[in-house]
Nanobody, 125 residues
Framework: QVQLVESGGGLVQAGGSLRLSCAAS????????MGWFRQAPGNEREFVAA????????IYRDSVKGRFTISRDNAKNTVYLQMNSLKPEDTAVYTC??????????????????WGQGTPVTVSS
């Protein structure tokens, strides 16, 4: 059993920044692919970013490339999502997820087996 707890969400003006954190517990953190997803009101859940267990490889959805950065600190069992140049369309509940094994980073939510409760991000215009 893995517990994932997100934090760092809030209200920010367009163009501002937020740093989300996801603290993991319950198993060895190092070696597992971690991802961030988001869901806006009325929309389906969508992939945001993912990172391999080593942190050497990352992937992003096109709309956040150059603005968002996913990173991890395995010593702290924590994955981060640094969000810069935020836009109103980034408004959503952001959820951290853990893959069941190591390997390539994935954008498919079905590859992830553990999910946090999410932290809301609201970007005002």
């Amino acid at each position: 059993q893995v517990q994932l707890v997100e934090s760092g969400g809030g209200l920010v003006q367009a163009g501002g920044s937020l740093r989300l954190s996801c603290a993991a517990s319950g198993r060895t953190f190092s070696g597992y692919v971690m991802g961030w997803f988001r869901q806006a009101p009325g929309n389906e859940r969508e992939f945001v970013a993912a990172i391999t267990g080593s942190g050497r490889s990352t992937i992003y959805r096109d709309s956040v490339k150059g603005r968002f950065t996913i990173s991890r600190d395995n010593a702290k069992n924590t994955v981060y999502l640094q969000m810069n140049s935020l836009k109103p369309e980034d408004t959503a509940v952001y959820t951290c997820a853990s893959h069941s094994r190591s390997g390539l980073a994935s954008s498919d939510p079905y590859d992830y087996v553990y999910w946090g409760q999410g932290t809301p991000v609201t970007v005002s215009s």
